[in-house]
């Protein structure tokens, strides 16, 4: 299970109570018996977000630097299709047709994939 | 769970305030004048310390009137609160966080 970030910048490395309190109620009411779970690992870290909540996989202005970041609202499920236009981008020097909108020069252009009270993910 | 003093209500728990980022980054004097890179710059462009940083809160569920805190972003330990009006103090550690 999997809870919600922070508000603020930080480096902690621990989630607010609040949040793992919100966590765990959405849980139980979901599922009662998870009252009476056994905790067994928990992980509290730090999540890179952007300022619209999606990555950044893309060629940077210094040559042969390539940014594949900004996963933190949720990155993992989409890790096989960036991988694959993240080789094409080294590979080529340019960016796929799939990953050219998660550029980072949408930040100056205006382009921007989802803003946060659009995205169709949790925060 | 930070425990935030309000500058007008007192100490309250986080969970009724909202946050606005990085304070101290103002409007540009002639927004038409900026280039793309100079807008996207000024609308997107963080700091994003560990350590001390000037930041904004909002107390929602209280006075609603927003005000500035000087926290440590790794340790999380609030350094100090003022005002939107107040300059913001010299905690006489200048290479943390806070950009000119």
Redesign the interface.
Known sequence: MGAGID??????QRG???VIEHQMAAAVELFPIFARAHLLRTWGGIVDVT?DASPIVSPTPVDNLFVNCGWGTGGFKGTPGAGWTFAHTIATGAAHALNAPFALDR????ALIDEHGAAGVAH | MILIECPNCGPRDETEYAYGGEAHVPYPADPAALSDEEWGRYLFYRQNPKGLFAERWVHSAGCRKWFNVIRDTASYRIETVYRLTDPRPDLTRPDHGVNS
């Open positions: 508000s603020y910048n930080g480096y902690g607010g109570f609040h300022l930040f100056v252009s205006g």
